[in-house]
């Protein structure tokens, strides 16, 4: 069983930086997949990006490629996601989530087995 705590949303102008992190617990951090999804008011959830279990793969959203740099580190047994030139159709509850596979990615939510409890990411024109 796996425990995930999401840190860092608030609340950013538009072209502003933020990175969040995300704390895991009571695994082996290093046998997980990682992802970031989002939610917003009135949408399904939705992939940003994932890590894979060494770090060394990661796959983005084309929404956020190039803006975004998810990352991990299994010493610390953390998971981060930088993001840079914010936009306001970012803003959404953010969601580390973790499944436990070999698999180097995957997008769609209900393959992740453990999920934060989510952080609030407002961007404001």
């Known amino acids: 069983q796996v425990q995930l705590v999401e840190s860092g949303g608030g609340l950013v102008q538009a072209g502003d930086s933020l990175s969040l992190s995300c704390a895991a617990s009571?695994?082996?951090?290093?046998?997980?997949?990682l992802g970031w999804f989002r939610q917003a008011p009135g949408k399904e959830r939705e992939f940003v990006a994932a890590v894979s279990r060494s770090g060394t793969i990661t796959t983005y959203a084309d929404s956020v490629k190039g803006r975004f740099t998810i990352s991990r580190d299994n010493a610390k047994n953390t998971m981060t996601l930088q993001m840079v030139s914010l936009k306001p159709e970012d803003t959404a509850v953010y969601y580390c989530a973790a499944k436990y596979t070999t698999r180097p990615a995957s997008l769609t939510p209900r393959d992740y087995n453990y999920w934060g409890q989510g952080t609030q990411v407002t961007v404001s024109s």
């Open positions: 009571g695994g082996t951090f290093s046998n997980y997949l």
